[in-house]
């Protein structure tokens, strides 16, 4: 983002040292101008799309970080359940061997008292010391018992209440399992979404990358031919070529190529706070183009961004400018009169269709070529 920025700061740096280098400079420059808008603007998209997927990674990953603490909890949650239901599982064993225990020491004293009960009954009758001892004995049993059977009963009711407390647990720790896995289950997707924005952002950061590549080589192109046109406004004015009047022929000059205007000067330049200095004349390609006036050729040849760029200077710091051009029937030096074919129409520049962009300077000042023809 940091270094989009900077691109477009020196491209609007060049931009205004272009107005005041030279007098063809920012009406030569407006179909690079375009491309590189159309290349800001195409970077603007990237880098909105790589801003929208980024808060996607990051709301996956804040809900992945959700998601793993849950996780974490459910599992701190499961150990102690198991631990409890491990526990659980101990005291139902223990109370099961306690009541087993006293059940066989239960039917120890019941077989014991059966038995002393059974002994003859003049033995008893005859010993009667023997029977005292023989009562006591029986009642001694029948205490005994009653207390081992409320023990039995009491411990039958713990293990009831065991077995509920267990077989809730164990519910609950199977539903602690579901939640573990749903929560794993959640985590992978999580992931997974993770692993397809940051595959998205590698591609839009790769975009991105090779668009303000393809910037940075169309400023240097535009660099380039403004250090040209400079140049050219440098070299000496012909005193052949002061009598030429061109101002005169204001609003007489006919259009260099008969055509629909597809951008009049002065409107805006899409998706850009930059106006057309030129205009872009819509026409089949092969068509021919015509100079506009008498003048000399000063630049013929192929610029970046320009495709085919063709200028003529018309003497007193008036130039005309035509570009896109599919074919050039002059050559640099050479001298061209009114209406002379000089080029014909075709998309040789950055533009997918055919058409002229045309352009009049005097000075610095661009001027409106709806002005100067008809």
């Known amino acids: ?197 940051q595959q998205l952002i590698n591609v839009i950061n790769q975009n991105i990358e090779t668009k303000n590549q393809k910037l940075q080589t169309l400023l240097q192109d535009k660099q380039r031919l403004e250090n040209m046109v400079s140049k050219l406004n440098r070299q000496p004015v012909e005193t052949n070529m002061t009598h030429l009047g061109f101002a005169k022929l204001k609003g007489k000059l006919h259009w260099p190529t008969a055509g629909k205007i597809k951008h009049a000067f002065g409107t805006q330049i899409a998706e850009s ?20 006036a008498a003048g000399r050729v000063i630049f013929a040849k192929f610029m970046p961004g320009y495709g085919l760029l063709l200028i003529i200077n018309h003497g007193n710091g008036y130039m005309s400018l035509y570009g896109q051009n599919q074919n050039l029937a002059v050559k640099l030096n050479d001298w061209v009169t009114p209406n002379q074919v000089i080029a014909t129409v075709g998309n040789s520049g950055d533009s997918n269709l055919p058409g002229l962009y045309f352009s009049i300077r005097h000075n610095v000042k661009a001027l409106n070529p709806a002005l100067w023809c008809h």
Not at 108 to 118: D, R, V
Not at 273 to 292: D, N, Y
């Open 1 to 197: 983002m940091l270094k989009t920025k900077r691109l477009i700061f020196i491209f609007i740096l060049i931009s205004f040292s272009a107005f005041s280098a030279s007098p063809d400079t920012t009406a030569s420059l407006q179909q690079i101008n375009q491309t590189i808008q159309s290349l800001q603007t195409s970077l603007q998209t990237e880098q909105t799309k790589q801003h929208t997927v980024k808060q996607k990674l990051n709301k996956a990953k804040l809900a992945e970080s959700q998601v793993k603490q849950q996780l974490n909890q459910t599992k701190k949650v499961l150990s102690v359940k198991q631990k409890n239901l491990k526990k659980l599982k101990q005291q139902t064993q223990t109370l099961q061997q306690t009541e087993q225990q006293k059940e066989s020491e239960l039917d120890a004293h019941i077989q014991a008292a059966y038995l002393l009960e059974q002994q003859p009954y003049l033995k008893r009758i005859l010993d009667p010391q023997n029977a005292a001892q023989s009562r006591r004995t029986l009642m001694y049993y029948h205490y005994i018992s009653a207390a081992q059977i409320k023990t039995i009963n009491q411990l039958q009711k713990s293990l009831t209440k065991q077995t509920q407390y267990q077989t809730l647990a164990q519910q609950q720790y199977v539903n602690l399992v579901n939640l573990k896995y749903n929560q794993l289950h959640n985590q992978k997707n999580l992931q997974l979404a993770q692993a397809k924005n």
């Open 273 to 292: 706070e930059l106006t057309w200095e030129g205009v872009i004349i819509a026409a089949p390609l092969g068509q021919s183009v015509r100079a506009v």
